[in-house]
């Protein structure tokens, strides 16, 4: 079992950045393929990315060119690079594990999910 907890959200102005950071407990973070995903007011949760264990990874195409997901095994992280960032972006931003060797898009697809984080973009 992992438990995840995100934490570097917060209110900045469209174009800005952040870097949002996942921490998750246990032994065998490296053998987790981690995801983010996003959930606007109103709205399902979204898929952001995804990176597998291995480090390969993909992203929703409304993000892509613009986040950038890495992982540090050595610290039991995942981070969500957010540049250029849009009004549109706004949500509460979460992580997910699921343990294997795939790249999984669907929320169902993940047993652990962290409390989130809220992402503001204004305008």
């Known amino acids: 079992q992992v438990q995840l907890a995100e934490s570097g959200g917060g209110l900045v102005q469209a174009g800005a950045s952040l870097r949002l950071s996942c921490a998750a407990s246990?032994?065998?973070?490296?053998?987790?393929?981690m995801g983010w995903f996003r959930q606007a007011p109103g709205k399902e949760r979204e898929f952001v990315g995804t990176i597998s264990r291995g480090g390969i990874r993909e992203y929703a195409d409304s993000v892509k060119g613009r986040f950038t997901i890495s992982r540090d095994n050595g610290k039991n992280t995942v981070y969500l690079q957010m540049n250029s960032l849009e009004p549109e972006d706004t949500a509460i931003y979460y992580c997910?594990?699921?343990?294997?060797?795939?790249?999984?898009?669907?929320?169902?697809?993940?047993?652990?999910w962290g409390q989130g984080t809220q992402v503001t973009v204004s305008s």
């Open positions: 246990g032994r065998t973070f490296s053998s987790y393929a």
């Open positions: 997910a594990a699921q343990l294997g060797g795939g790249l999984y898009r669907a929320v169902s697809a993940y047993a652990y």
